[in-house]
């Protein structure tokens, strides 16, 4: 969507998050661009919706999966129709791409970065098909664990493929469907990787490399610089409670979306499903 957003929040005057746009504005290889794929003919047809689409980033172990939990919860609390959703996954036929792409194993599955791209890809496209489109037809709030962002970052340049390649094949997947905000959970990498515990570590962080998982963390960094307009980039090491306040805070920003949203946070129950989760990974 092409709202300009709102500079005045008080989550950002707290310091609890701030857009990127002091951040550099190319990636390692200098190509990093625009948006992975988003054609804006596409989207501004298939965008005559009344819904809204945010979407988490961020390196393994950035509690990105905690917090979108949390999101939505105190969003459903707030009487929003709201639709959490994670990739890979989100579908039956994603769960099974899914469990090849990061299953370890006892001697793990060898996959190419090629092969790594298609199959995020696929289940991506049938997560696009079968669940988002039709929850923002509707007008639900979608919120998404991970999009494409994640194999311009992971792939290309963790994986070191062509971004520009990587590109075509998520506008393939998505049709270009550009979410309307995307929050970037950041965290060294050291710190994410040391969150997770063996029975959740997976193929990527079994198989790759301390200077893979930095390349995937620079290059998130990088593609928040170039395009700010959609990008908030929040410190995933403060406390789980502000990591959630400053994700309510920018949901709350979003026109249209806000206003219905206001004044939520503090009525959302005490027991709400994330509260307290302090260190738990994502
Ligand atoms: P997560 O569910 O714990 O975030 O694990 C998903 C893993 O898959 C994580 O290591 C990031 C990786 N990934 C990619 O490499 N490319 C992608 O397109 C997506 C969605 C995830």
């Not at 905690?66 to 959490?84: K, P």
């Not at 997947?173 to 959740?200: F, Q, S």
């Not at 920018?250 to 004044?263: D, Q």
Request: charged share 25%; proline share 6%; glycine share 14%.
């Amino acid at each position: 969507m092409s709202e300009a957003y709102p500079r005045a929040i008080s989550g950002e005057r707290a310091g609890l998050w701030r857009r990127p746009d002091g951040l550099r504005s190319r990636g390692a290889e200098g190509r990093i661009g625009r948006g992975p794929g988003y054609t804006p003919v596409v989207e501004a047809r298939e965008r005559g919706t009344k819904g809204w689409f945010v979407t988490l980033e961020g390196p393994d172990g950035s509690g990105k999966s905690v917090q979108s939990e949390r999101l939505r919860a105190a969003a459903a609390a707030a009487g929003h129709d709201v639709v959490l959703v994670r990739e890979p996954g989100g579908t039956a036929g994603g769960e099974r791409v899914r469990a090849i792409l990061l299953d370890a194993g006892p001697v793990g599955i060898r996959l190419t970065q090629r092969t790594d791209a298609l199959l995020f890809n696929a289940a991506r496209a049938q997560l696009v098909d079968e669940v988002i489109r039709p929850a923002l037809r509707r007008g639900a709030l979608v919120i998404s664990d991970r999009y494409a962002d994640s194999t311009l970052a992971y792939q290309g340049c963790g994986g070191q493929l062509p971004l520009d390649e990587l590109r075509s094949v998520v506008g393939f997947a998505t049709g270009g469907l550009r979410p309307d905000r995307t929050i970037l959970i950041d965290v060294p990498v050291e710190v994410g990787l040391a969150r997770k515990t063996a029975a959740e570590t997976t193929r990527f962080e079994a198989h790759f490399d301390r200077a893979f998982h930095e390349r995937v963390r620079a290059g998130f960094l990088s593609f928040a610089a170039a395009e700010p307009e959609r990008w908030v980039v929040v410190d995933g090491t403060a406390p789980a409670d502000d990591v959630f306040a400053a994700l309510w805070g920018v949901l709350a920003g979003i026109p249209g979306l806000g206003p219905r949203l206001a004044g939520r946070l503090a009525a959302a129950p005490a027991g709400d499903p994330g509260r307290g989760a302090e260190r738990t990974p994502g």
